[in-house]
């Protein structure tokens, strides 16, 4: 069986194929065009694929890309809502990237592979992550953590996989989210975000964590592991261009600019800088300002890490950890993971970022999905493309580059040690190159690691990179323990990867001065016989020679620049560098008799033009299906809302009629649904203002909601007096909107009792973005729902890709249950507290409605078909759970003030028949909800006595 993992759109795009369990073949896109981090379509990773194998696209069983693209789509859309007008950048662009191409994934695969729809499949993001980590581990059973910047909706996910199963049992939601902090940090720090973040991990050791105190600041710890952020303090989640804002700069100072030099006392000042300035101590001083900073931000991020896998590690009992994610590429958090939590081992697949979510989209997919038993443990990273000895001679020969060829493997290797042992810098090509972002013998530029002046020489000559960035030493795994801090070697697998950081034996510093850190700790690669024999083989070979079996190790490329893939790339990074030695297979380059020719780089692809057009494109679709949905304006129901002004929202259009479904809706005059009423309230008449929601506005049919049908129980009852029910349920109207509805305008009419039938738009819209907007915001927001795009886009979505495209899940780990059963939804708790006072305030008395649903913890697949979930889970546990607390909080508040509540979610807890969905009674419901009302308000003997309006 063939599978084909895809990821791509947002950095590291990569391909990668299994074949019946095992991946043989995986690569980024990268290596390929030659743009760093490329985030496009990963065709020509694909076609590397497919071609190594053998195989053609028809061979493909499937192809499984890495994320949902709906889902994620879906965050960003209601996050940008969120956040207007700040965030209207922010929804421009990301209306132009997504309808443009990112939306479309689906489409996308069927024309650039041609594989018929049912043969693509999709995975979550993080369960891409976890299953990258996972599957490729030796463990049977493990915890599992993720951790990044963000994936459709989670930032971090915690979860444990046994045999072929993964079970996610909770996850930090955006826009809390560590990986997104760190990377605040880098852009503070003048580097690229999604680039820089290793060389903040590299600034670290030479600053003090001085600003430790302050960091925390910006983050709160929960006890079981999960964390927030304070927002206030950022503005990624509105900004196309600004990570942090004022208040951040207040805490923490300027940010460092971009393109200035970093260098601080400890640091050194390296050649290829220039002159010395005159003011190099005044600099001095404030790079150790950023240094400090980076400490600080470091050891953080350890510590939450750590609070993390602590958490994990008591809610699961496992003694192995797998990670994956962006920031499990942190290896200096690594290396405190393993020594300071309860875990004995620990796993972390060399691409954690999210280019590794290809191959977890297939594994998912082989194991979890089509059940398949596992076979596959990947022992190393060897898995990119490879050129023959044909193909190098024939670069070498066709481009009249002197060259020798050692065909004796014995000979080969003399040559590079005593290459090295003089001094010289090699350029190191072999075999296939790596996966992930790590240079692990196969492209490498290699060094000898006993000079203290190496490290230098190669920042400065060869990579042309700050003076702080730290080497890693590449070690035999069965002489580790002579030099490093670390018993078992053979058993850490981050290790074999580059991604474990581990103090040097203070006695041996002296022998391995070059890729060691200023704080005596080297990111250690461990080199297997079985899996590289040939570098085994050549740090063997040092180690006879020299009695120090490491060499210096670092990536074979250019700043800026991926690492090579090509004989071509690798003798143009050779030549435009001050390398010495170039060894392609058994081929070796000298500088010593080979002239400077250079060839040139492929040329990259211009963007500028293809974005422009790109743009114009977007734009004009957009404009025309604007165009075209107002003329099928009866696509939406809801022609009769508009923005009011003085209310600050949408409200009902006064004086329209319209019949849709059959059924006839009318608006009167004071621009509520119903007969016409005077604002004035008559003698002798008992005014009831029934506030809510679509449940109280109710069906097609003036007949239909159940205000119009307690009126008339009222009347025809036997109670004296005059009585009028007003009906003030708008569609989409949340506490929020119902407050300010009551304070601006229905107080005015002077109601004898308000009912509030409200929150179930609280609870589908809130979620974990939680939060009053202020009312200029709301305006603008309230403005983009006159869009005609995007009702169509929440209808669409909404009411039918969602159901189609995400399965719902029916359990929940019972760690879960108990923190969602602690949860308070406290804009809405203090809505509803407002509700009461102003009524109080005006003489007005108040019945709560609890909020009744045939929502329930176990449900038959065809009742959930019906229902509609918020945004924030597809999981019927967990919002039942969320939705029952809701309720507490209704009840909690009518207990805490005093006043009735008529508790309709319990009256019709086995009456699902009668609602449309999870919150919308039909007209038959709305009948039964007003005997209950009826029934409830005779029952709390609040209806007048006489015929005056009082009441006993």
Not at 174 to 182: E, K, N
Not at 324 to 347: K, M
Not at 377 to 393: C, F, N, P, R, T
């Amino acid at each position: 069986m063939n599978i084909l993992g895809i990821s791509c759109f947002f950095h590291d795009s990569a391909a990668a194929l299994v074949q019946d369990g095992i991946v043989t073949v995986a690569a980024e896109e990268e290596r390929f065009t030659r743009i760093k981090h490329d985030a496009g379509f990963p065709i020509r990773a694909i076609e590397f694929c497919l071609r190594s194998a053998q195989l053609r696209a028809q061979d493909l069983d499937y192809v499984v890309f890495y994320e949902k693209p709906f889902l994620k789509f879906d965050r960003i859309l209601m996050s940008t809502l969120q956040m207007f007008p700040r965030s209207l950048r922010v929804f421009r662009e990301s209306m132009v990237k997504w309808l443009g191409e990112k939306l479309w994934v689906k489409g996308l695969i069927r024309k650039r592979i041609g594989l018929p729809p049912e043969k693509i499949l999709f995975s979550g993001h993080h369960l891409s992550h976890a299953a990258s980590t996972f599957y490729c581990s030796p463990y049977r059973d493990a915890a599992i953590l993720t951790v990044d910047g963000v994936g459709e909706w989670a930032t971090a996910t915690f979860g444990v996989g046994q045999d072929k199963s993964i079970q996610l049992l909770g996850e930090i939601r955006f826009p809390h989210s560590l990986g997104l902090l760190y990377s605040v940090f880098t852009a503070f720090l003048g580097f690229e975000v999604n680039e820089g973040e290793y060389k903040v991990m590299g600034m670290a050791p030479y600053g003090t964590p001085k600003y430790v105190e302050d960091v925390r600041k910006l983050l709160h710890l929960h006890d079981d592991g999960g964390f927030s952020l304070d927002l206030d303090y950022f503005s990624y989640h509105h900004s196309v261009d600004r990570a942090f804002n004022a208040k951040f700069e207040k805490l923490f100072g300027r940010p460092r600019e971009p393109k200035s030099q970093f260098f601080t006392e400890s640091s050194g000042y390296p050649s290829y800088f220039g002159d010395k300035p005159s003011n190099y101590a005044e600099l001095c001083r404030q790079n150790q300002h950023y240094a400090d900073i980076a400490a600080s931000i470091q050891q953080v991020t350890e510590e939450v890490l750590l609070a993390m896998a602590r958490a994990l590690h008591a809610k699961t009992g496992q003694s192995r950890l797998c990670m994956a994610g962006g920031v499990a590429l942190n290896s200096v958090a690594n290396g405190r993971i393993l020594r300071e939590t309860p875990f004995e081992e620990l796993y972390v697949q060399p691409a954690a970022g999210d280019g590794g979510g290809a191959i977890g989209a297939a594994l998912y997919a082989y194991h979890a999905g089509l059940g398949h038993p596992r076979k596959f443990v990947m022992e190393h990273a060897y898995l990119g493309e490879q050129h023959s000895e044909a193909d190098i001679k024939r670069f070498l020969d066709g481009n009249r580059i002197a060259h020798e060829y050692l065909e004796d493997e014995d000979r080969l290797l003399t040559r590079v040690v005593s290459a090295l042992e003089e001094g010289q810098v090699i350029g190191w090509s072999q075999g296939r190159f790596e996966w992930g972002p790590r240079a692990l013998g196969n492209r490498s530029i290699l060094a000898d690691p006993r000079r203290a002046d190496m490290k230098d020489i190669v920042n400065t000559k060869i990579k042309f990179r700050e003076p702080y960035r730290p080497f890693a030493p590449s070690v035999l795994v069965e002489r580790v323990e002579e030099f490093y801090e670390l018993k078992d070697a053979e058993q850490h697998y981050p290790a074999r990867f580059m991604l474990l950081v581990v103090p040097v034996k203070e006695a041996k510093r002296h022998l391995v001065l070059a890729p060691t850190h200023v704080d005596g700790s080297a990111r250690l690669q461990t080199v297997f016989k079985e899996t590289n024999p040939r570098y085994h083989r050549l740090i063997e070979t040092f180690g006879k020679a020299t009695g120090v079996p490491v060499l210096l190790n670092t990536s074979f490329n250019l700043k800026g620049e991926p690492i090579v893939n090509t004989p071509a790339e690798a003798f143009n990074t050779f030549s435009k560098s001050e390398m010495d030695l170039l060894v392609l297979g058994n081929f070796l380059v000298s500088k010593r008799y080979t002239p400077a020719a250079e060839l040139l780089p492929a040329a990259k692809p211009s963007m500028g033009r293809r974005v422009l057009i790109q743009l114009v494109v977007a734009v004009l679709i957009l404009l025309s299906g604007e165009v075209a949905l107002r003329a099928w304006a009866g696509f939406f129901r809801h022609s009769y809302q508009r923005y009011d002004s003085e209310l600050g929202m949408i409200a009902l259009l006064p004086n329209y009629d319209v019949v849709v479904y059959g059924g006839r809706i009318h608006v009167n005059s004071q621009g509520l649904r119903g007969p016409e009423f005077s604002p004035t309230k008559p003698p002798g008449t008992f005014r009831i203002i029934a506030i809510g929601d679509s449940s109280t506005f109710g069906l097609a049919g003036e007949d239909c909601p159940y205000s119009r049908v307690l009126e008339t129980l009222l009347r025809s009852g036997q109670r004296p007096g005059s009585y009028e029910v007003i009906n003030a349920g708008i569609e989409g109207y949340d506490s929020e909107n119902a407050l300010r509805l009551l304070e601006r305008k229905l107080v005015a009419y002077a109601p004898d009792l308000i009912t509030v039938y409200i929150g179930w738009n609280d609870l589908v819209k809130r979620g974990q973005m939680e939060g009053d907007a202020s009312e200029s915001r709301q305006w603008l927001a309230y403005r983009a729902y006159d869009v005609y795009l995007i009702r169509f886009w929440r209808k669409v979505v909404y009411a039918y890709l969602r159901p189609l495209l995400l399965h719902v899940d029916t359990e929940l780990a019972p760690q879960e249950a108990v923190a969602y059963g602690k949860h308070v939804p406290l804009a809405f708790k203090r809505n509803l507290q407002a509700m009461v006072d102003v009524a109080e305030r005006h003489g007005i008395r108040t019945v709560l409605f609890t909020l009744p649903s045939p929502l329930k913890p176990e449900m038959a697949p065809e009742e959930i078909r019906k229902l509609y979930f918020p945004h924030y889970t597809y999981n019927l546990k967990r919002f039942s759970i969320i939705y029952d607390r809701y309720n507490d909080v209704i009840r909690e508040t009518a207990r805490a003030d005093g006043i009735p509540v008529i508790d309709l979610a319990a009256r019709f807890a086995d009456r699902g028949r009668l609602f449309m969905d999870t919150s919308h009674p039909t007209c038959e419901g709305h009948v039964a909800v007003a005997q209950e009302v009826y029934d409830g308000l005779l029952g709390l003997n609040i209806l007048p006595t006489t015929k005056h309006g009082g009441s006993s």
